[in-house]
């Protein structure tokens, strides 16, 4: 009998999707948001805390959508990043330290603050939230909606993303504005410094 992939892997948008592709980082929404059927209910986080972690950490094991938090999966921390998530202070403390060193200027937030600020920039509601920016503006590693699909921003270039990986470079559309799909104080982190993991 076949195993159907659990809606555990994450898009740039933050939405939750079944599929076989694998993921480079875990994490999770604060908390267990599965059902004991292993599918999703309305819920899509438990608290405002969503981190990005190493899918191995002190040799410990899991067994995933069991009964504790929910783990979900990203292709890397570029998706991570987009989708409102943030280094864990755990098993990626010195990402998590990088992280917050360039995030919010010389005020050294705390995991609590950081992860309200993202809260507040991630969602309107329960809808995703969007800004504007021209292409051109934006860091490596920051995400971007072209023509209703998700782009990353790396050398001056825009890489289609998917859940197996990006496509080929495409040129960037400079001056035109574009719907940014990572927090804006994730974008002044990466403009202050952060280099994210990359597939």
Known sequence: MAVRPLQNRVDPYGALVATPARGALMGNRGGRIHLPDQT????????????????????RRRAVWSASYTELFFLDEVTALAAGHRPCFECRRAAAESFRAHFGGRNHLSAPEIDAVLHGERLRG?????????ANDLPDG???????????????????WSFAGYGAAQSMPGEVL????????????LSSGYRPMWA
């Open 40 to 59: 999703l209910g309305r819920r899509r986080w438990a608290s405002r805390q969503w981190i990005a972690c190493l899918c191995a950490f002190k040799d």
């Open 126 to 134: 329960r809808e995703r939230r969007v800004w504007r920016s021209a």
């Open 142 to 160: 920051a995400m971007i909606a072209l023509a209703g699909r998700p782009m990353a921003v790396r050398a001056g270039s825009l890489l289609p």
């Open 178 to 189: 574009v719907d940014v799909l990572t927090p804006p104080s994730t974008v002044a982190a």
